[in-house]
């Protein structure tokens, strides 16, 4: 037996109701980041090989505070020669007995301006000089203690390792660790190494997919104070900035989820506000400078995302373009005019909306006070339709006399979908978890962790998949069998079932793939229809309220497109058996990009639709750079007539094919996969085929 067959199957990284042992599936997660690291399943077998007596896995019989602090023990400190002090220790791993949280973002302010001494007041110290001692017989208050106890022997370590390095700055360095203990960060560099570290300590503890926040709303103090007391230049702040983000990159191969790319190490940049003066949109010389290192660096992440309103300033789109167009698929724009009134409507209060960030991918979420779990579950749109038609009988689908007969019982089997996805949620046991219990808003207050509910929000988030799909399946069933009367309903099926392989089905099958109009088309009935089925699913979920109080929230996008095909049978709207979904909301035959961005502006995303909803545009190399003037000016129109948010990729199909062929070759273009980017070459062959297809669509060279 290989060292690789005795874990098969254990693939997932977290735990569900009644997991007792993490050791197995921790193990075939290392063995997962270590074939990303190395290249091959045989250099990293023989590296665990030799190295399995470093593996570690925190004992479940302590506290969890207590087992992050023999974690805290056990990690492996690497100090470079120069820079930023950042380690993760693949072989070091804490153990869990549910789910972890996954997608938070965490407000940094409240790390650089508290220390583990003064942090929330947690205890008495005599050095901080504040503070006051908690019970100790409470559970709560001994898992962040030793926490705090691990973190502290941690920095000691990191800074004592410090002085005895041949790091280039050792004392500096060595002086910001040990001022982490008790007291607040007072330079912009020391601010984002204490970033940095807070952030390593999240990834080493089993967090996955963590954004930074809103970085340069954070680090703006900093940056305006040592600029100027002349402690810093605008140069040398741009210099930090790249090392920063150099270094949030080097370990891409340990914090990609499913895809090598798919980090969810997303920086929220710009943004709209309003006081009771009026409204403003708030940026700085650090937004450009992030968007600009991330032009020249040209990595997949850290990824960008920009939040415009009508007030955002031209050069910032302009610049923001600049950078999308070198292909890297980032920034992201997210539309304030509407993200914001959609989260204070849900529930979330004013203020808190107006600082959200993005999570995951492209959920909004409310940093440092959501439990934000906003991508913990998928539905697709077109699953209960196409199990519908697969089940039914030929004399049941006779009887179906009218359109909105059909329609009826495809939202019956959609609120099904809806119920067993609900079944799942109340399933989850969550994961205790003191680090994110003394950084999230009012789990210190009500003395609760976060895994039962501590958070001031307490929400589920999920994406969805196929809209298109199942919106251009039901209108072409309307078309061509209840008004047309050109096929029956039972015909249509049997050539669907059978996966219009006959080549009588051909025609059949090119009227149901070019029928006209479609998704993403601004005509009213697909928009109604649309609007009609993502109200019914809302109207599912309305009632529904998790253990913690908090409610469902959906949006449009996301990334199982190219999975969740693969398990579904062909469809109406042309789509053969097991072939990837439409993307987010898009239209890649059309070149009226201002018409794709109108449908998408009079999408519904009110009530509880606004957990990412995604337009998705594909234009070819230079494109933007040849119409700079006219593209900023759709980028504003669009802005007013209301899209949610846009992402655009910049590939041509000649690159990509060449990248195919010759992958030892110095050509690995970056594509936008959904919400984050991807090296080409790093994707599996199905994503490969996919993007070579859109992009041949996208030019006029497919169909």
Partial sequence: ??????????????????????????????????????????????????????????????????????????????????????FLDELKNLNFDGKVFEGIAIDYSKVLNGSVYSYNEIYFHPKAGRGFARDLSSDFNKNQLDMLDGMELLIYEISKKLRNSNHNERAKFARYFENMIDKPAEHFEEALQRILFYNQILWQTGHGLNGLGRLDKILEDYYFDDLNNGF???????EFIKSFLKTLHKYYWYKSSQ??????????????????????????????????AIKELRFTDPKIVLRVSNETPRDLIELSLETIGTGIGSPLFSNDEVLIEKMVDFGYDKEDANNYVISNCWEPSVVGKDLGQNNISCLSFL????????????????????????????????????????????????????????????????SLDISIGGAKYNHYGITTV??????????????????????????????????????????????????????????????????????????????????????????????????AGEEISASFDGRKEGKPFSVNISLDDNKDFTEILRFASKLDYGGAKFNGNVVDLMISSNFIKNHMDEFTDFIFSSIQSGFFQLQINVIDSKTLIEARKNPESNINPIVRVCGFSAYFNDLPEEYQDFFIERALKNEGKAS
């Avoid at 810093?232 to 741009?238: A, G, K, R, T």
């Avoid at 969810?264 to 409204?279: R, V």
């Avoid at 109340?426 to 207050?445: A, F, M, V």
Wanted: charged share 25%; glycine share 8%; net charge neutral.
């Fill in 232 to 238: 810093l230049s605008q140069d040398e702040v741009y």
């Fill in 383 to 446: 699953k209960p339709l196409n199990e519908f038609f697969d089940g039914e009988t030929e004399a049941f689908l006779g009887n179906i006399n009218s359109f909105d007969e059909l329609f009826n019982s495809y939202k019956y089997h959609l609120k099904k979908e809806a119920e067993s996805l609900i079944q799942n949620l109340d399933g989850i046991n969550w994961n205790e978890d003191p680090i994110l219990s003394l950084l999230i808003d009012d789990c210190n207050d009500k």
């Fill in 259 to 292: 895809l090598l790319g798919d980090t969810g190490q997303a920086i929220t940049l710009g943004g709209k506000y309003s006081d009771e003066y009026g409204e403003y949109y708030f940026y700085n010389d650090l937004t450009y400078m992030f968007i600009r």
């Fill in 466 to 563: 196929s809209l298109a799909n199942a919106v251009n399946s039901l209108y072409a069933v309307k078309k061509l069998v209840f008004e047309d009367k050109k096929y029956s309903l039972n015909e249509l099926n049997k050539m669907r079932k059978n996966n219009f392989k006959k080549d009588k089905y051909q025609k059949a099958y090119n009227d149901l793939k070019n029928i006209t109009p479609r998704f993403g088309m601004d005509n009213e009935e697909i928009l109604s229809l649309s609007n009609e089925i993502i109200q019914f699913l809302e109207d599912c979920f309305k009632d529904y309220a998790n253990e913690f109080g908090g409610k469902i929230k959906f949006g449009l996008s996301s990334q199982h497109y190219i999975s």
């Fill in 1 to 86: 037996m290989g060292l690789f067959d005795n874990i098969k199957g254990l693939t997932s990284r977290q735990g569900g109701k009644g997991t007792s042992n993490s050791r197995p599936i921790i193990y075939s997660s290392t063995i997962t980041k270590l074939n990303r690291k190395f290249g091959s399943k045989e250099k990293a077998g023989s590296y665990l090989a030799s190295n399995m007596h470093k593996f570690y896995v925190s004992s479940s019989k302590f506290n969890k505070g207590l087992q992050m602090k023999n974690l805290f023990r056990k990690v492996e400190i690497v100090i470079p020669r120069e820079g930023f002090i950042y």
